[in-house]
């Protein structure tokens, strides 16, 4: 029997498989058991009420999708006092996800949502399109450091930070985070980007601009997993892309803890439990007792040039 | 996965799928929807699911169908399957029309593949012996699908027209105020078609009479939590959004703000 | 007639369309007729021979390809004694693109290519596999101007500042290279990733960190023309996973003033014709008597409401 | 696009590919490759061609065969083409295989799909009435293919096999010490196994004979620009990389370096 378990700080999860923060609410229920997922992560609040982004709000892209929801949500008090007691009805441990335009604010929300339901708090610092002096931290260090020491002096609860893909040294901010104490790394939100409709010339978001997810960014994360992996002690969670056991299996050799996905909830909304399944069976049939073991595993050499002429047909 | 049991043509623009369904699918209520994994139609790939509401269900035979219309990469893929191939679809999602037993007639306006969406709840109606009056909108005859459909449910069909001016506002209110006079209207549908709801909400509003209205809008995960879909409703003077994957497709028809 | 020429500054090209440096060399005039072309534009150069990385120099990723070919080269006098000549034989402008690791010599390089044979140098400032302060320094706004002021005293002939995408802030570094005196910008050089292969848990290519081109790539590069095209005066071209005529005229509608493609040259060495012959075909549909009028179209609204509800099927 | 005439399973791992093929096509020489656009085996895309060489032309009915090894995405791609599907394939491309007239017995040494390479120039040195012996080196006797092919154009055949030990580097170095003492070894060809490249290597080196190699790489272009597809070779002693897909795929036996 495989070990499937992995910890990120103080945290044990019965796996490395999460949902992403804003593709995941306790109503997926309906289509898979919650109680299989290494963990349940909240859609990111803010402390009120936000309508979010005009629709549309998603549209397709090579290699994914293009989203600007902007953040909708009922608030901080609505999430404590509904939707956590909700979330309760299952067992793997809570992520609480927040985020803020104002460092102060964001440290009164961490200690609010420091509530015994609560398990970890994962700070949404790279919402991609706010801009980097308000909610969109993550593009440097100073403000990532600033934000992320408020919100340490704040609680007690484990804290993990998500940063973004679009900070040019994002191992700057890493170092960053960790500095400032954060307990693990969340690598990374979406990648900002543009679509436009060549039919009407008009932005296929209302937003304009918007976050790509899905398979198109995966080797992109996957660098920044590794840089990041590399030049932190705290576990680096992958998230972008994952779609299948060997994404999962690449990003934890790549020096990944765990690992969460949104994209692919939406194509099949299922398919998280089949990738833990399969995770599994991946692991037996390469010898792996713990899927921990796969962390960081990468052989960080050249493919033998035997392999690249594994393309000579050696009969 | 579903097995498709016959893909046809209805006109240039409109596809009719029939598929073979599991009996959780078959569960499928009036105006709730599935969510499609369509083929792509070239060589990338489709990366997101598509909403398709039910055109009619056969649970003899245990078979779904749908009518759709090719608008984009979606549909244009959908439209590639053959007979024998199998579609992967998730539900049946969200929360459909509902009949009040106080019903004894209503009033269903449809507009192109709205009809589509209205052909179940009009079934359902007739065999409760509900009177169904179905004013079908369209561009041109060739586009003024399933009038059979309605027609063996026993349904008063009115056709109205584009091509004859037939489908200009004015004459659809008229035909409205002429059912209401009638007492054949305790009850509105509608679906497909902005103009036509804001019509049937305003007449609604003016005569007391409740209606439900089948909205759309772009979607991702289709079931919740993504917060893609939402719309625009105005309860008690105040705005709110709501999710048309799971707080819909159907809204009451006086909250709806329409497009 | 659709006229399909366009201007860079002051170079005139018949049509928008150029192939992307390393992708191109007059060898493809096996498979396509090259005086078809917007402009030939040449693999880099540094001074002296470079032998490159270690093979394999490519791998697949979702969304296209990761290479580090490591910018091999026979060094700038093969380029002018040998290279310069066997381009002459084709009439479209041709563009030199040059490297090198330090200021000085890179300014000296762009004196010695500025030959009359050369119609436009372009500086690869974005070799995404170099640190900042050396070949990449279109990682920093300082690096930029400083490279870029130096290239400008040392020619006349117009200068393209081929950038990175892997800057957190690709508009201050378009700002910088404009203030330094660059004709034009070339947006952009590949996006930094990593492949790890599950089997072997080796990198997918020799080099283990490489430059993501393809579609995959196209939304992100999209956006940083769009961002780019808003910041500075001077014609951006745009450079990111074009594989098809509608691409083209996406890359236009953000702001770019010419396009370049890599990546479809070798998914389809011919295609480069078939999108020049498209593209006119598209204009003339939609209306359009000069391609240029393209640049910048794009309706800055969000798609009409009624637009997200053309899914409302309106018979 | 080039028509699928047939393509079937050789063993469990190589698969026979012929199709029809266009006059510029047909003029591909011994050595030469096509860079192929495979079919995707799975949901996602194949962004790359695959190189595959020439296993045997037939000018009279206009058709070209491939002979290939199913090892990743694009093989097992390639693999799913059924007769009648058509093949999107660049070329002939690359330098191939040349025969000097003095030459009057030359002897070719392969290993698995590395006959295929083989096979043509062999063909050509047939018709020729150059007398060709073909080392034939495999794993089994299952993966000894193209034994009939050679027979067919009058080669004489010795099959080496790892089942029985005969494939040893020093029973194959024996077989052609033999040959040259026999005068039947004016040329050397290989393909498939760097340990049997460098046998043939040093033997042709001791002896003066000279050879040629056919040399894969990870390619992208296929056409020159782009460097992906180098190897390294040593000239008068000294390093330098060539472009597998327009300097080669056939080298200089004795410069070749391996890997
Ligand atoms: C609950 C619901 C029920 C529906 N029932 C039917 C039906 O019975 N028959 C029918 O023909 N159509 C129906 N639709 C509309 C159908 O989903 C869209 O026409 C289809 O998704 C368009 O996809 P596409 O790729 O072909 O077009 P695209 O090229 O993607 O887009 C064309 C247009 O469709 C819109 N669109 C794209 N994706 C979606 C999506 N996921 N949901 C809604 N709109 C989208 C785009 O904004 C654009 O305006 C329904 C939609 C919803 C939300
Ligand atoms: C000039 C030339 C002629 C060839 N002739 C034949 C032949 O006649 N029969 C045959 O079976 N094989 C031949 N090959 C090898 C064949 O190209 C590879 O086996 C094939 O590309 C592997 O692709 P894949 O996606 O199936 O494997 P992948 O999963 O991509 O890779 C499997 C192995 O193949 C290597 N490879 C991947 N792409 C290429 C590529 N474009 N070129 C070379 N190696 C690659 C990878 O490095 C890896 O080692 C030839 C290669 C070259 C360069
Ligand atoms: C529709 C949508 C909504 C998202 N909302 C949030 C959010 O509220 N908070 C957050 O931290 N990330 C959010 N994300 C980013 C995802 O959590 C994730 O980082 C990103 O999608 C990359 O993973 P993927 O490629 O598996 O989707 C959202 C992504 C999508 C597509
Ligand atoms: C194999 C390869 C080699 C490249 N070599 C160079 C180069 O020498 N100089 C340069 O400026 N860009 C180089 N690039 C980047 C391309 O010019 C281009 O910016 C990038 O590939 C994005 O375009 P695409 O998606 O159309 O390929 C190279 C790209 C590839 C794939
Ligand atoms: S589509 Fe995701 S919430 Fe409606
Ligand atoms: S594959 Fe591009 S140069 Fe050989």
Redesign the pocket.
């Given at each position: 029997m495989v070990d499937l378990s992995v910890r990120i700080g103080s945290v044990r999860l019965a796996n490395p498989v999460m949902p992403a923060s804003g593709a995941f609410s306790a109503e997926l229920s309906q289509v898979m058991d919650l109680n299989r997922l290494g963990a349940l992560v909240a859609k990111t609040v803010s402390r009120d009420f936000r309508a979010g982004n005009p629709p549309?709000r998603v549209?397709?892209v090579e290699g994914g999708m293009i989203n600007s929801i902007g953040l909708p949500t009922k608030g901080l008090e609505y999430f404590l006092k509904v939707q956590v007691p909700d979330y309760k009805r299952f067992t793997p441990p809570l992520v609480a996800s927040i985020t803020s335009q104002d460092p102060d604010d964001f440290a009164a929300m961490a200690r609010e949502v420091s509530i015994p339901e609560v398990a970890v708090i994962e700070v949404n610092i790279s919402c991609p399109t706010r801009n980097p002096g308000g909610g969109n931290f993550a593009l440097h260090e100073d403000h990532t450091y600033k934000v992320m020491q408020g919100i340490r002096a704040a609680t007690d609860k484990p804290v993990w930070c998500k940063l973004s893909p679009n900070a040019g040294d994002v191992v700057a901010i890493a170092k960053a985070a960790e500095a400032a104490g954060a307990d693990a790394l969340v690598v990374a939100n979406t990648i900002l980007g543009l679509k436009i409709d060549t039919k009407t010339f008009r932005p296929a978001i209302g937003n304009k601009l918007g976050g790509i997810s899905g398979p198109g960014i995966k080797p992109i994360i996957m660098r920044m997993v590794y840089q990041c992996a590399k030049a932190v002690k705290i576990p680096v969670i992958g998230c972008g892309g994952i779609v299948k056991v060997e994404d999962v299996v690449e990003y934890m050799l790549a020096g990944a803890s765990a690992v969460m996905m949104g994209y692919i909830i939406f194509r099949n909304p299922s398919s998280m439990i089949a990738i833990i399944d399969g995770l599994g069976e991946w692991c037996a049939r390469r010898g792996f007792a713990r899927v921990a073991d796969l962390t960081g595993a990468m052989i960080d050499e050249p493919p033998a040039e035997t392999y690249a002429a594994a393309a000579a047909p050696i009969g | 996965m579903c097995p498709v049991i016959s893909h046809v043509w209805v006109n240039e623009e409109?596809k009719h799928l029939v598929v073979e369904a599991t009996p959780k699918a078959l569960a499928v209520k009036p105006g709730q929807?599935f969510n499609l994994l369509?083929p792509s139609p070239d060589e990338g790939e489709?990366w997101?699911?598509?909403?398709?509401?039910?055109?009619a269900v056969d649970r003899a035979q245990g078979r779904i169908e749908?009518?759709?219309?090719?608008?984009?990469?979606?549909?244009?893929?959908?439209a590639r399957l053959q007979p024998g191939d199998s579609l992967n679809m998730v539900g049946p999602l969200?929360i459909g029309f509902h009949l009040r037993p106080e019903w004894k007639n209503i009033v269903v306006l449809g507009r192109g593949?709205g009809l589509?969406?209205l052909a179940p709840i009009s079934q359902v109606a007739g065999e409760q012996d509900v009177g169904v009056t179905a004013i079908l909108s369209a561009r041109s005859p060739q586009f003024l699908m399933s009038g059979e459909l309605f027609a063996k449910i026993g349904a008063e069909i009115i056709g109205v027209l584009d091509s004859d001016g037939t489908s200009a506002v004015e004459n659809v209110a008229a035909i409205l105020e002429r059912l209401i006079a009638a007492g054949r209207a305790d009850a509105f549908f509608t679906c497909g078609s902005n103009r036509l709801m804001q019509l049937m909400k305003r007449i609604g509003r003016e005569h007391g009479i409740p209606g439900q209205v089948?909205?759309?809008?772009?979607?991702?995960c289709g079931l919740g939590p993504c917060y893609v879909?939402v719309r625009t409703f105005e309860v008690k003077g105040e705005k709110v959004l709501r999710r048309?994957?799971i707080e819909?497709?159907v809204f009451d028809l006086q909250e709806a703000v329409g497009w």
């Open positions: 549309p549209a397709e | 409109y929807f369509c489709l997101l699911r598509r909403p398709q509401s039910v055109y749908f009518l759709y219309k090719c608008v984009g990469r979606g549909t244009f893929g959908l969200g593949v589509a969406t089948a909205m759309e809008q772009v979607m991702a879909c048309v994957c819909g497709p």
